[in-house]
């Protein structure tokens, strides 16, 4: 698997998996920048926006770039179009920052745009 393979797999699952595995992959001076009424959060107020947040079961990420501005940092842009169980939808252009600490991609940064 290719390093670019690896962070759109770590991006997708960020989606799609539970908050445990969230707390693992993410920085602790991460931010997040989502739609009203949740807007910028980080810290311990981005894991209880994760949990409030619905379950999301599906997504698909569309038109994607993916930029890496110095070694072990990665750039990633998209259209995400997700689903939960019951057929909710969610229609978003994202931006995620990833770092490289040690052998590990983290995420420190993510941002929401309706579409």
Known sequence: ??????????????????????????DTCCVMAFGSPTGIVTGEE??????????WTS????????????????????RAHARTQDGGEHRVICTSVWVRHDSDWCHIQHQQTPE
Not at 7 to 23: A, F, I, K, N, S
Not at 60 to 77: H, I, N, S, T, Y
């Open 1 to 26: 698997m290719t390093d670019a393979d690896h962070l759109w797999t770590l991006e997708h699952d960020y989606w799609t998996c539970g908050e445990g595995q969230r707390r693992e992959t993410t």
């Open 46 to 55: 981005l894991h209880e926006a994760h949990d409030a947040a619905p379950d």
């Open 59 to 78: 997504v698909e990420m569309l038109d994607r770039v993916l930029k890496k501005p110095d070694v072990g940092v990665a750039v990633l842009g998209y």
